[in-house]
Every structure is written in C-alpha cells, then in structure tokens.
C-alpha cells in the first residue's frame, strides 16, 4: 500500500463544493470527493501551522507539552517509522514554518523538495520589491513579513510561477520517476490558500469583477471595522481566488495519480491544518495581532475542517466519524500493516475507511499550546461546541504561534466558558452556557479525561479541572 498526504494550509470546508459550497469553483477537489469518504466532522487538534504538522507527523497531541517549535530529535515521527519497514518517502512543501531555521520537520524522510519563497522564507536578497496596493495599516507585517515575501515573489509573470503550481507540479513529477517504487508515502504540504493572496487575477476577477478599491492581500489580524464593505468583500474574493487556484493545481495531482494507475494501491489524504475568519464574528484572521498576540476562540470557521480519503477498495460516500490530525500517524501505519508505536496519542481510523465502522471518537480537543497565559480550548461533541478556559492565565509570556515571529502574548478581555449548539445555529452566535452547566462541565470532564490519558503535565491539568475562574 502506498499513501499520499496532501495537506493546503488554511483551507476552509465550508468554500469546498463537496462540503455545500455553491459559488466557489472546486471541481477537482469535489470530483476527488466523489471518488472517496468525506468526513464531515474532523477538526483540528494542536493550533496552528506548526503544532499541527507536529501532531500529523508524531500521532501525538502536541500542544499538550509543547508550543510552536522545532521537532525534536528523539520524538518518533512517521516518515522514519515508515522507512524502517522498506518505504521510501519523499516531503514536497512550499509550507516554509516547518523548514526553516532549523525546524527540521524533514526528519526520517528520504528526500526532501522545498519550494522556496513563501512567506516569511529568507531566500532572496533582490532590491526589487513589488509595491503594495493599499495603506500599509492596514496588512500585516508591513514592514517585516511583506518585503520578504514581495522580494521573492518579484519575477513572477505566469500562472505556474505560483506556490501552489510549483508544489503541485513537482509531486507530479516526482510520482512519473517514483511510481514503479514497492511501497511508497508522499507528503505534500502547500500553505495556498494561506495569505498572503496572490492568484491571478482572472481567477479574482472570477468573484469580484470590476473591482478598483485597494487590495488587501495580507490583511491585518483585527475586527474588522479597519476595512471598508467593499474591502472585505474583495479580500473574501482574494481568499475564494486562492482556493479555486490551489483546486486547479491540486486536481494535476490527481489526475497524474489515476494516469499512473497509482488509485488502486494507494491511500490518499486530503486535508487542512486550519480555516480563516473572513468577518465571521466581525474579525479577519485567525488570532488578534497588534503590540501583542491574543487568541481568539477556535470557531467553527477555524476549527472544522476538510478531511477526504480515498482508499482502493474503501468505503465512499460521508461519514460522521470524528477525526484530528493525530489520527493520520496510527492510521497511515495500521493500513500498511505497521505495528503503531507506543508514543502516540491518536488511533487508526481504517475501520472506518474500509466501511467497517461507522462510529470513531466521541469528541474532538483544540486548542493553541496550554502552558501559557489564558488560552481557549475548544471541545466539540455531538451537537456541542464548547469553549473552556483554564482557572488562571498564569505568566502570559511570548510565543511564535501563527507566523513564526516572536511575539508577546495579550490577555483576553473576556476568559468565560462558552457553549454552542450547533444544531441550532452552526454560526454560534449566541452561547448558552448560562442555560446548560451541565453540558459545559460535562465537556471540562471530558478535556481533563483527555490530557490526563495522553500524559499532560499535572500542573497544567490542574488548571483546567473544576470551574474555570470567568472574567
């Protein structure tokens, strides 16, 4: 059995056709689908880009002792365990987070591809820098993380010059030299459609046609009265733009897949490490980023994500299913006959894959890195959506969370547990947690059960244990 994970930072489900999406054009993606089981409640684990690339590699609940950081040397990752019995693996990933400076997530693979350039990527040092088209107020990193990106973005003139196309074409190749390899597993890690925006622009011209305000590309983390209704309106095209680029580009792979007759011995992922708010809740981003970094709750938008595998002779069609990035390791090694190491938190889905079951966890836990400050947790169970606070904030520190950049963490106006039925609105407007204690403790039980069983620290569970202290 060979196994292809494609992860595509930031992607929400919800601008996905397969998930209900009616005015974004994904058919690759939602043709894809059709072929495979959709998972229809997976979320994420550890937040954000880093953590969570942790957990998928390791199998473990990361941010239960660990923050944004380098993978360790000692811990046992998936790619080495797979090479140990006879695979060959191959990383391909314009995600720059988890290979610079020494991050080393490229560990136990046999060879490695980085796609150089995104973000906050220190690759070129040209004077040429392409101008921003609006007020410097209000993007993020106007004078750090832009240049950067600008500078190695600045010869771009084709479609193809994209991260997305080059990641993309690169595992296309990849697959025609390797596809006659006895067993094989290919990551491949874009961070489209993560900002900054930067498809072309027949493909934003495709959701806001005509527009002439300026471009927010890389908007600023903030509420949202910071932009005009038209601004936002186009960042939402910007956003809707990189999706239906990352669809095209993803679908090459694809199709190179089913031409190489690779579809029927090979397990596919797809998935998404996070999504983005995009004026839900009157905020643009995933955190609050100004002298300080501040979380914000994990709402649906963020927390819930795409999950689609297809696996030869496996079951088609949804599920219901819960399923988190930890999850991946034990599956990936259970299908391919592996024994699962000891050091994972996750569990092997592949009863569910193979049509066997239909039932998998009974919630799901999310949270940024819990040993600092006042950082929301968030759990969801059945219809429930619960967001649960440690008693005190402690030291609040610093943290790289969310770019990679040092910076001091903020305290949160408002600490109080929230709960939403999702069945009743699935835009959690409203929290009943004053109306059902009950279901709020129930779901703290549940959190503490779960950092106790995967071997947090116990000062740090200790803080979550009874009702949080509520500012």
């Known amino acids: 059995m060979n196994f292809i994970v494609i992860i595509s930072d930031t992607l929400r489900r919800d601008h996905l056709g397969c998930y209900g999406n009616d005015w974004i054009s994904t058919p690759n993606i939602d043709r894809f689908a059709s072929k495979s089981l959709i998972f229809d409640r997976a979320y994420s684990g550890s937040f954000a880009t880093v953590p969570h690339r942790r957990d998928v590699m390791t199998g473990r609940f990361t941010v239960s002792y660990t923050p944004w950081a380098p993978l360790s040397p000692d811990e046992v990752v998936l790619a080495q365990t797979l090479g140990d019995a006879g695979y060959v693996s191959m990383m391909i990933c314009d995600c720059p987070h988890i290979l610079e400076n020494g991050y080393h997530y490229d560990r136990g693979f046999t060879g490695f591809e980085w796609i150089r350039g995104q973000e906050t990527d220190r690759w070129k040092t040209d004077a040429r820098v392409r101008e921003d088209a609006c007020d410097p107020a209000k993007l993020r990193g106007p004078d750090t993380l832009l240049p950067t990106h600008r500078r190695n973005t600045a010869d771009?003139?084709?479609?193809?010059?994209?991260?997305?196309?080059?990641?993309?074409?690169?595992?296309?190749?990849?697959?025609?030299?390797?596809?006659?390899?006895?067993?094989?597993?290919?990551?491949?890690?874009?961070?489209?459609?993560?900002?900054?925006?930067?498809?072309?622009?027949?493909?934003?011209?495709?959701?806001?046609?005509?527009?002439?305000?300026?471009v927010v590309d890389y908007p600023r983390y903030w509420h949202t009265d910071y932009l005009t209704d038209a601004e936002l309106k186009h960042c939402r095209a910007l956003y809707a733009a990189e999706v239906t680029m990352v669809d095209r580009w993803v679908g090459r792979v694809f199709e190179k897949i089913e031409d190489l007759g690779l579809l029927d011995d090979t397990v596919v992922i797809f998935t998404s490490d996070h999504g983005f708010?995009?004026?839900?809740?009157?905020?643009?981003?995933k955190a609050l980023i100004g002298e300080t970094l501040t979380y914000v709750t994990l709402y649906e938008e963020i927390n819930h994500v795409p999950f689609i595998v297809h696996r030869p002779d496996g079951a088609r069609g949804r599920t219901n299913a819960i399923?988190?990035?930890?999850?991946?390791?034990?599956?990936?090694?259970?299908?391919?006959?592996?024994?699962?190491?000891?050091?994972?938190?996750?569990?092997?889905?592949d009863r569910v894959l193979r049509g066997e079951a239909t039932y998998f966890r009974d919630f799901a836990v999310s949270s940024p890195f819990l040993g600092r400050g006042w950082v929301p947790a968030t759990v969801v169970r059945d219809n429930w959506a619960c967001i649960l606070y440690p008693k005190s904030g402690g030291q609040v520190g610093s943290d790289r969370n969310v770019d990679g950049v040092e910076k001091d963490l903020g305290g949160l106006e408002e600490t109080r547990d929230m709960l939403f039925d999702l069945a009743e609105s699935?835009?959690?407007?409203?929290?009943?947690?004053?109306?059902?204690?009950?279901?709020?403790?129930?779901?703290?039980?549940?959190?503490?059960?779960?950092?106790?069983?995967?071997?947090?620290?116990?000062?740090?569970?200790?803080?979550?244990?009874?009702?949080?202290?509520?500012?």
């Open 156 to 214: 771009w003139r084709l479609e193809s010059d994209r991260f997305a196309a080059r990641t993309m074409s690169a595992a296309c190749e990849w697959l025609e030299l390797n596809r006659k390899q006895d067993d094989f597993f290919l990551y491949i890690d874009t961070f489209d459609p993560h900002e900054p925006w930067d498809a072309p622009q027949w493909y934003v011209d495709m959701y806001d046609p005509g527009y002439t305000g300026q």
């Open 277 to 285: 708010l995009l004026g839900e809740h009157g905020l643009i981003g």
């Open 323 to 349: 399923v988190q990035p930890m999850d991946i390791m034990p599956t990936i090694l259970d299908a391919a006959g592996i024994a699962v190491p000891e050091t994972v938190h996750g569990k092997s889905f």
């Open 426 to 471: 699935a835009a959690q407007e409203r929290s009943v947690a004053d109306e059902r204690p009950e279901v709020v403790e129930r779901l703290r039980r549940d959190f503490v059960g779960f950092l106790t069983e995967v071997g947090t620290a116990k000062e740090l569970v200790e803080q979550w244990e009874g009702n949080s202290a509520g500012r």
